[in-house]
């Protein structure tokens, strides 16, 4: 295996899924109730409504809902951040979105993330993702980070900042005015 081969793969996925640990899902799940699973698969759909590969769910409208979104990784992540922000603003912010995501925060994907959503939690150290078989797997090359949009355009509850500032930095994404005060 050539350097560049060995380096290239501590930055890829064979498939680019990266199944969401239940603890982290539950306890997001305490304070969002999500209803759908936006990107999953039968074996790892964590909502009663979910969407797979086959069911697309960039293509559908999705039900009235909070929604979670553990995508693939790789480059349709612009596609669903495109999704998220397409389906919030169609039900003028009626419920919330949450992605969990790879922080990269040099990529232009991530520059639509902070221009769209409401709030990202960068989360403290590595995520232990799961394989297909509901295992734990060694910790990824890359941090991750949760991307909210939230109800009545960017109100968190108590509760919900809570439960992110319990993992990580959470960061309001609302513009600035050019004195540095929320808009």
Same mark, same amino acid.
């Given at each position: 295996?050539?350097?560049?081969?060995? *380096?290239?793969?501590?930055?890829?996925?064979?498939?680019?899924?990266?199944?969401?640990?239940?603890?982290?899902?539950?306890?997001?799940?305490?304070?969002?109730?999500?209803?759908?699973?936006?990107?999953?698969?039968?074996?790892?759909?964590?909502?009663?409504?979910?969407?797979?590969?086959?069911?697309?769910?960039?293509?559908?409208?999705?039900?009235?809902?909070?929604?979670?979104?553990?995508?693939?990784?790789?480059?349709?992540?612009?596609?669903?951040?495109?999704?998220?922000?397409?389906?919030?603003?169609?039900?003028?912010?009626?419920?919330?979105?949450?992605?969990?995501?790879?922080?990269?925060?040099?990529?232009?994907?991530?520059?639509?993330?902070?221009?769209?959503?409401?709030?990202?939690?960068?989360?403290?150290?590595?995520?232990?993702?799961?394989?297909?078989?509901?295992?734990?797997?060694?910790?990824?090359?890359?941090?991750?980070?949760?991307?909210?949009?939230?109800?009545?355009?960017?109100?968190?509850?108590?509760?919900?900042?809570?439960?992110?500032?319990?993992?990580? *930095?959470?960061?309001?994404?609302?513009? *600035?005015?050019?004195?540095?005060?929320?808009?």
């Amino acid at each position: 295996m050539t350097a560049k081969n060995h *380096l290239s793969a501590l930055y890829t996925s064979n498939s680019g899924e990266w199944r969401t640990p239940k603890e982290l899902f539950n306890l997001l799940q305490s304070v969002f109730d999500f209803s759908i699973d936006a990107a999953a698969t039968p074996e790892n759909a964590l909502c009663k409504i979910f969407y797979t590969k086959e069911t697309d769910g960039l293509i559908p409208d999705w039900p009235i809902g909070n929604v979670w979104i553990n995508p693939p990784y790789g480059r349709s992540i612009i596609q669903w951040i495109r999704k998220a922000e397409q389906e919030f603003m169609k039900h003028q912010g009626l419920f919330d979105i949450v992605l969990l995501l790879p922080a990269r925060t040099d990529t232009e994907w991530f520059l639509k993330l902070v221009q769209t959503c409401h709030y990202i939690c960068f989360i403290n150290g590595r995520i232990n993702f799961l394989n297909a078989k509901g295992e734990s797997q060694k910790n990824p090359t890359f941090p991750s980070l949760l991307a909210i949009y939230s109800q009545d355009n960017g109100g968190l509850t108590q509760a919900q900042y809570e439960v992110l500032r319990s993992l990580g *930095l959470v960061v309001s994404t609302e513009p *600035l005015d050019e004195l540095g005060v929320v808009k």
